[in-house]
DNA sequence: ATATCATACTTGTTTAAACAAGTCAAGCTT
DNA sequence: AAGCTTGACTTGTTTAAACAAGTATGATAT
């Protein structure tokens, strides 16, 4: 539930861009016009587009008007957008999702681990793998390492189910800021034992970092996807 | 050159950031500390912060400060982050680059094409591919397609030097949002004749579609990486 | 000693206003 | 007819102000 109102603003322009309300390369109405529309004043219709155009949504010509960029697209594959989960992920995708854990314990991080997730050396955590499947197929395999001090008292059947349900609803923790890196990489044996890789030899990785609303970086996670249903997206804006 | 206030605060703390001036988990100086040293509003300040938030430089904490989340990261790879041309990456990644062209000929968006790239059917277009060398090795295959009516005059000699120094010292033309989704394929035959491919038979994709300040879109081009070379990053804000 | 409260910080949201600057078309001048 | 000017739009930048709300600390009351 958006609070506040460049938000509801913001999410009611997305879904009317999304719904093709307002088609590709058509111009929005004026921020003016929007002013009176939502009666606000033109700073916030502002945030509210600029985020719009962080989304790669929009694009605003100077003297001119802000322009619908968006275009939807086809969805053969698995879609990574922002920062949702697998369930959410797969709720969009249209995808019936399925989630093994095959590795649940403890475990504090040394130096060589510190390293590699940005943990600090004897950071306590949980250390998790699991197998997504998505209608019936087994196509990702995920590694994730949880903060104790942030995430206590995880279970498997926590991990089963959401993991980030469990974290926002039952916990109250908010996830605001996750850095993340796409690379490609061999098959593992780890890989070749849990996954449907057809005749793949290679897999597509998210690496990720997640913070808190403290600012604490509390998950670190390596997300390894079978690429005929990977595919991230990602909108860059020039900072001149 | 900056010409904005928001702008050159934003580049001078994100130096100070990238500097290590100021530490990870560190605060920054409050909003009104920074008002006062830099002879402003407050309103120029955050929107200076808001941007080194969308960087994934800080994540402001409500009612404490504006935390230091940056972290440098190792060179092993070659990583690609915002917009910017071959050149750009090769000299942040302090990689020597070169350039060959390997195909320039008109063309014609069909329907295929047209569905593909997201051309208009009936477009101009220039088709180039180009074989990129980063420190002797041929690492990377580039595969561009520009629109004519806003790219005209486009030499091989051009495309052998840099094209994004062409667009925006000669013509002018400002990029603005750039559109892109990352994959991992199979190398092709075009892949294995020009590139050295070690024993790698798969390769990161970056395909890209980029629009320029009037919001067109005038470039689509497809960027095919060996893996070992090849890492994407990128950060994302949770939107409530 | 512990709990509570006041308060002085911090960031978050919103408004109103002014001026700069790009676009575009109508109308005027040449 | 061609070129120029004007004016009414558009978005871009910046300021100032007010209030909301989260955080931390020290003083106070129990």
């Known amino acids: ?52 155009s962080e989304d790669g949504y ?7 008007g802000v ?37 649940f314990t403890d475990l504090i991080a040394d130096a060589r681990i510190s390293a590699r997730t940005g943990f600090a050396i004897g950071s306590e955590l949980y250390y998790v793998q699991r197998v997504r499947y998505l209608d019936g197929k087994a196509l990702i395999l995920d590694i994730n390492m949880f903060l104790k001090s942030v995430v206590p008292a995880l279970t498997i059947e926590i991990a089963e189910s959401s993991i980030y349900d469990y974290l926002e609803n039952t916990l109250g923790v908010q996830i605001i800021t996750s850095k993340r890196k796409v690379t490609a990489e061999h098959t593992s044996p780890l890989d070749e034992k849990y996954l449907d890789l057809k005749d793949y030899n290679f897999l597509s990785v ?34 001149r």
């Open 58 to 64: 929009v694009q605003s010509l100077h003297g001119k």
């Open 206 to 239: 998210i690496t990720s970092q997640t913070y808190n609303s403290k600012g604490v970086m509390f998950e670190f996670t390596q997300s390894r996807h079978r690429p005929d249903y990977f595919c991230f997206q990602d909108t860059a804006t020039r900072k």
């Open 1 to 52: 539930m958006p609070k506040s109102k460049f938000e509801i603003i913001y999410k009611e322009l997305k879904q009317k861009i999304e719904s093709l309300e307002y088609d590709y390369q058509e111009l929005l109405p004026s921020e003016n016009t929007l002013t009176v529309q939502y009666q606000c004043s033109r700073n916030t219709v502002r945030r509210a587009l600029s985020n719009l």
């Open 67 to 103: 322009r619908v960029i968006y275009q939807p697209i086809e969805q053969a594959t698995f879609t990574i957008g922002g920062i949702e989960s697998f369930r959410e992920s797969a709720l969009r995708n249209q995808k019936v999702s399925n989630t093994k854990v095959i590795q």
